[in-house]
């Protein structure tokens, strides 16, 4: 199991979570906003959830943040585990360890975003997201956390981390 990369499994669900939040809490806010209320409300209509949708977003977006929060400590821990080799090797003068680093700091803006999020709508009912919330979650970590899973994805397939690890001997290609 500890031959291959452990990080890549542990992403998915903290980026899921992070796009659900962000989403929910602009939905949650556009519904409020009396130029695009009617249009929101046409779309919880539309999905057949105009009974539920605006008073269950907040609560959605709160307990995906809290989500975020449980699913992003081990994709933080292997995360870290997985750059230190490069680190050590390369030091963070390679471009490659620039990006690693680069991801690692953009992913840490989400949890810390997220983490503020939570502690900040705990107390409020109906979990209110605040306009900040909304700021946080929507405008910076939404499109931070879609960035951040593409310098990951670059990290892979452009330099191989995490690739060719395993015990199997890599055998070049053959030209045909």
């Known amino acids: ?55 269950l977003l907040p609560q959605l977006s709160y307990h995906t943040t809290r989500a975020l929060l449980l ?39 989400t949890v810390v975003g997220a983490l503020w999020n939570w502690w900040t709508r705990r107390d409020v009912e109906g979990y209110t997201p605040s306009d900040t919330n909304v700021f946080l979650s929507g405008v910076v970590a939404l499109p931070v956390t879609v960035y951040a899973a593409y310098l990951g994805g670059h990290l892979v397939y452009q330099y191989g981390m995490g690739v060719g690890r395993g015990n199997a001997p890599v055998k070049p290609k053959k030209n045909e």
Do not use: C, W
Request: hydrophobic share 50%.
């Open 71 to 109: 699913v992003s400590v081990p994709a933080v821990i292997t995360g870290a585990i997985e750059v230190m080799p490069l680190i050590k090797r390369e030091g963070i003068s390679s471009k490659k360890a620039r990006t690693a680093i680069l991801h690692a700091l953009l992913n840490d803006v």
């Open 1 to 55: 199991m500890f031959q291959h990369p452990t990080h890549p499994a542990t992403v998915h669900f903290p980026v899921t979570f992070s796009v659900l939040t962000g989403a929910l809490d602009l939905l949650t806010f556009l519904s409020r906003q009396p130029a695009t209320a009617k249009y929101t409300y046409q779309l919880f209509s539309l999905l057949a959830l105009d009974d539920l949708a605006p008073q």
